[in-house]
Nanobody, 118 residues
Framework: QVQLVESGGGLVQAGGSLRLSCAAS????????MGWYRQAPGKQRELVAR???????NYADSVKGRFTISRDNAKNTVYLQMDYLKPEDTGVYYC????????????WGQGTQVTVSS
């Protein structure tokens, strides 16, 4: 079992930046792939970024070049640095761990709201 707690969401103007954090506890953090999903109103849940146990990263085309996922195994924390934010980035961002699929992760956090105003 992995417990995940996200933080760092909020309201920001278009073009601005936010940094999300996800603190993990329970199962060994370093042995889990980690990812960030977002759920926008009226849209399908989207896996926006993932990072493997060896820190290889993948991004959705919609965020490539603007978002950066990273992990600190010593702190059991994964981050999502979001730059050049757009209104379409608005949504609830969820941290995920373990097996990550398009439908969702094996383990979920509670989510944090990100709102980007135009």
């Amino acid at each position: 079992q992995v417990q995940l707690v996200e933080s760092g969401g909020g309201l920001v103007q278009a073009g601005g930046s936010l940094r999300l954090s996800c603190a993990a506890s329970g199962s060994s953090f370093s042995t889990n792939a980690m990812g960030w999903y977002r759920q926008a109103p009226g849209k399908q849940r989207e896996l926006v970024a993932r990072i493997t146990t060896t820190s290889r990263t993948n991004y959705a085309d919609s965020v490539k070049g603007r978002f950066t996922i990273s992990r600190d195994n010593a702190k059991n924390t994964v981050y999502l640095q979001m730059d050049y934010l757009k209104p379409e980035d608005t949504g609830v961002y969820y941290c995920g761990a373990g097996v990550l699929t398009a439908r969702g992760p094996q383990y979920w956090g509670q989510g944090t709201q990100v709102t980007v105003s135009s």
